[in-house]
């Protein structure tokens, strides 16, 4: 199969590997991807389309990053393994996709080894692993967000909640695998949400952040950065909730879309100036320079557009319909931040994307696991694997969200048709989807 002059083998029971990544330049650069999901699946997609990459590594990937890169079985957390491997392995580029692997430290254990490495320090993944630090930083720099308190005492935080009017926005104060944020809609429920956080410790020992709760829609900017240098990425959107109409418990994301009517290029432009380039200018200023993707999870509310949360990485789903609007090289870019020179201008295709995910029955709660997944090879778009394996010769689901397709169009309502035509190509009796993506674009 030939993929923008990269050729891969086909799927086969024994974990296959390509065996070369790019035939034309087979003295290129080898690139070592961290994580195993749909982000990382579309870091691995784009990188297999660069001219200057011959080979690539992913750690642990999943069976569909198995046809473009090597899987390395190492978990993205175990930083000396990962370092061992790039060292003994010619590792010329690392790009970090999970959370976990930042505020683990890799970015810093990998730069003392003299490795190039794409993402943020320890220290500056505080944006998005402290709630409180984030916090802090934009009432410190003037980076409109909502008004908040942390507390690390359940008594403390229940009274205060129960004196002021709900909703009430209650977050984990570290990293929670994007499940330590509740809406309460009443006292019982956050009650309950301060029980899980503060006294049973579901996430670990740690604070909340208490927020006014604010209203508009959500969207997510993403930007690579690097120091002050800040290179923005399309405006994107994505589902959190598991069922149409926005219904359900909150979920990683069941879908996200790009080209947004309910963004105006002046919204745009304010966010950038005011919130992503002021993070990134506070950061330095901190000390804590970064160097990677700064996610900017934004609301466009009656006041003005507020930051909900920062994160300090590609979001999922968000990379999965942004990356396939870039048109430059992507090695390109990783290389600039990662080395700390500027970058080349970045180019964008017109037109947009939107991805459906399909998930597991049961998802975000229990779920079963290897439910067999036939269709894919009749899909015309992109499919990128969030949790799936091999299993007897079988593509297999393994995970929560195990599947995300993205189709591209001239506008929304052309994407919208293609992707969902293509979504019904899918056979797995274990898999759900919502029908719905991207219904804020086209309600009045």
């Not at 200057?52 to 957390?77: H, M, W």
Request: net charge negative; proline share 5%; glycine share 12%.
């Amino acid at each position: 199969m030939s993929l923008g002059g990269v050729y891969v083998l086909p799927i086969f029971d024994s974990k296959p590997q390509p065996k070369e990544i790019n035939l034309e330049n087979c003295l290129g650069k080898t690139v070592l991807v961290i994580g195993g999901g749909g982000r990382e699946h579309a870091i691995v997609d784009a990188l297999s389309r660069s001219p200057q990459v011959s080979k690539i590594y992913c750690a642990p990937g999943n069976a569909g990053i198995g046809e473009q890169a090597f899987n390395v079985p190492l978990k993205d957390t175990d930083v000396e393994g990962l370092k061992a491997f790039a060292l003994e392995h010619g590792v010329d580029l690392t790009v970090v996709g999970p959370e976990a692997s930042l505020a683990a430290g890799i970015v810093d254990a990998f730069r003392a080894a003299g490795l190039k490495i794409f993402g943020h320090t320890k220290a500056a993944t505080a944006i998005e692993s402290s709630k409180e630090f984030a916090k802090k930083l934009m009432l410190k720099y003037g980076i409109p967000t909502a008004s908040y308190r942390s507390f690390d005492n359940y008594d403390e935080a229940l009274a205060y909640v129960a004196g002021r009017p709900f909703p009430a926005v209650i977050k984990y104060d570290g990293l929670a695998a994007g499940k330590g944020v509740v809406i309460a809609a009443d006292l019982e429920e956050a009650r309950k949400a301060l029980a899980d956080m503060l006294l049973d410790e579901a996430f670990g020992k740690g604070k909340v952040v208490i927020e006014d709760y604010l209203t508009g829609p959500e969207f997510s900017f993403l930007c690579f950065v690097d120091g002050e240098r800040v290179y923005p990425m399309p405006l994107s959107q994505d589902h959190k909730r598991a069922f149409d109409g926005d219904k359900g418990p909150n979920t990683g994301g069941m879908g996200a879309y790009t080209g947004l009517p309910f963004i105006s290029p002046g919204d745009r432009d304010f966010a950038l100036r005011e919130i992503m380039c002021k993070a990134a200018s506070a950061m330095v200023a901190e000390g804590y320079p970064l160097s990677g993707v700064l996610y900017g999870g934004l609301m466009k509310t009656p006041q003005g557009i507020k930051v909900i949360e920062f994160n300090a990485r590609f979001g999922d789903p968000e990379t999965e319909v942004v990356l396939p609007l870039l048109e430059s090289d992507i090695f390109d870019i990783f290389d600039a931040v990662a080395t700390g020179v500027p970058a080349k201008e970045l180019r964008w295709t017109e037109g947009v994307t939107l991805g459906v995910v399909l998930a597991s029955k049961g998802y975000p709660g229990k779920y079963d696991k290897g439910c067999p997944i036939g269709g894919l090879d009749a899909i015309g778009g992109r499919v990128y694997h969030m949790g799936t394996a091999f299993k007897d010769g079988n593509l297999v689901t393994s995970g929560g969200r195990v599947l995300m397709v993205v189709s591209g169009g001239k506008d929304l309502a052309d994407a919208r048709e293609m992707v969902y035509a293509e979504v019904a190509k899918v056979r797995c009796d274990n898999l759900f989807y919502r029908k719905d993506i991207a219904h804020c674009a086209f309600e009045k």
